[in-house]
């Protein structure tokens, strides 16, 4: 079956560094656009970052543009979220997902079919 599994989330500290990582397995990884979205407590879930099927391409939201970094291996059915310079604002539980088709490089919940568990990051001031 379909399965993500995100990990690397834990507690830092402001201007510390996380890299969360995403393995997938029961789908075509390679043909997939893959993003990252979070949600806060209280709040409704938020795009962060998405990288196309084929890795050349990728998109950011604008509060972690030039500090996260999104990249995939498809030999490894694996993507990655590097996060530098965290802030407290970026608490929260961290999925990724896999688009619906490829090519989109969405930044819409809807259009992902497949969604992992979700990673918490906290990060204190």
């Known amino acids: 079956q379909v399965q993500l599994v995100e990990s690397g989330g834990g507690l830092v500290q402001t201007g510390g560094s996380l890299r969360l990582s995403c393995a997938a397995s029961?789908?075509?990884?390679?043909?997939?656009?893959m993003g990252w979205f979070r949600q806060a407590p209280g709040m409704e879930r938020e795009f962060v970052a998405v990288?196309?099927?084929?890795?050349?391409?990728?998109y950011y939201a604008d509060s972690v543009r030039g500090r996260f970094t999104t990249s995939r291996d498809n030999a490894k059915n694996t993507a990655y979220l590097q996060m530098d310079s965290l802030r407290p604002e970026d608490t929260a539980v961290y999925y990724c997902?896999?688009?619906?088709?490829?090519?989109?490089?969405?930044?819409?919940?809807?259009?992902?079919?497949?969604w992992g568990q979700g990673t918490q990051v906290s990060v204190s001031s």
């Open positions: 997902a896999a688009s619906r088709s490829w090519g989109l490089l969405s930044y819409k919940a809807y259009d992902y079919s497949y």
């Open positions: 029961g789908f075509t990884f390679s043909s997939k656009d």
């Open positions: 990288i196309s099927w084929s890795g050349d391409r990728t």
